[in-house]
């Protein structure tokens, strides 16, 4: 049962390029979140989603950021015109549909570096 | 936004039970503890949880007071593998909520 998977794992930009990183959930989890952590800072919530519907982006910054989860295939975080502060470790979780719990599973990570 | 409090680094012995203390005085009767763990920048790993009983895996043991304000992680035989970044997280009871990382207790296992 393959984990949560991320690509690429290393994506290097230049400013004011589009960044696209993707995030395949565990087999028969619906529910995908997006965490930044910035360098020697701990891990930040970005955004939760459920196939085709966007639950919370409380913590996406509100320009040049977006976040989709298809019916049909990877989530996708999406960052345009990047920034060398976007430079950080974006990491992807997911969970099944299950009250009660909050225990999510974890991607290895898509480290952004911007020039 | 994180509402735990945690030692920003502590040591253990390998071989020894390794005791990480972690304070949630303000946790509300529907919210859960969580640990997870983050190896050298990779992804986070789930430890283990609970609401109000100790519980235990193969991987730790969790142990809650009575008035559920701290609880204590226990990894009964610390290895090397377990140097890392632990995390005690108090979220909400109704499931699939955000997680609220701090900054975490880093673990250090010496030989």
């Known amino acids: 049962n393959a984990g949560v998977m991320q690509n690429p794992r290393h994506l290097v930009r230049r400013r004011g390029q589009e960044a696209r990183l993707r995030c395949s959930p565990m087999?028969?989890?619906?529910?995908v979140y997006w965490y930044r952590q910035l360098p020697e800072e701990g891990l930040k919530f970005m955004v939760y989603?459920?196939?085709?519907?966007?639950?919370?982006e409380s913590g996406m910054p509100k320009e040049r950021f977006s976040a989709e989860f298809p019916k049909e295939g990877p989530s996708i975080l999406r960052i345009q015109q990047v920034v060398r502060g976007d430079s950080a470790a974006y990491f992807c979780?997911?969970?099944?549909?299950?009250?009660?719990?909050?225990?999510?599973?974890f991607g290895p990570g898509t480290r952004l570096t911007v020039l | 936004d994180a509402k735990t409090t945690q030692p920003p680094s502590m040591d253990c012995a390998e071989g020894r039970a390794a005791n990480l203390p972690c304070n949630h005085s303000?946790?509300?009767?529907?919210?859960?503890v969580y640990w997870y763990r983050q190896i050298h920048s990779q992804g986070p790993q789930y430890i283990i949880h609970?609401?109000?009983n100790n519980e235990t895996n193969e991987m730790a043991s969790l142990i809650i007071t009575e008035d559920r304000k701290s609880s204590t992680l226990i990894l009964p035989h610390a290895t090397l593998r377990d140097t890392a970044v632990y995390y005690c997280?108090?979220?909400?009871?109704?499931?699939?909520?955000?997680?609220?990382f701090g900054k975490g207790n880093q673990v250090v296992v010496i030989p």
């Open positions: 979780a997911s969970s099944p549909e299950r009250l009660y719990t909050d225990t999510q599973y």
């Open positions: 303000t946790i509300s009767g529907n919210e859960y």
């Open positions: 989603l459920q196939k085709e519907n966007i639950i919370d």
């Open positions: 997280i108090v979220s909400g009871g109704y499931g699939n909520n955000r997680l609220a």
């Open positions: 609970g609401l109000k």
């Open positions: 087999k028969g989890h619906s529910h």
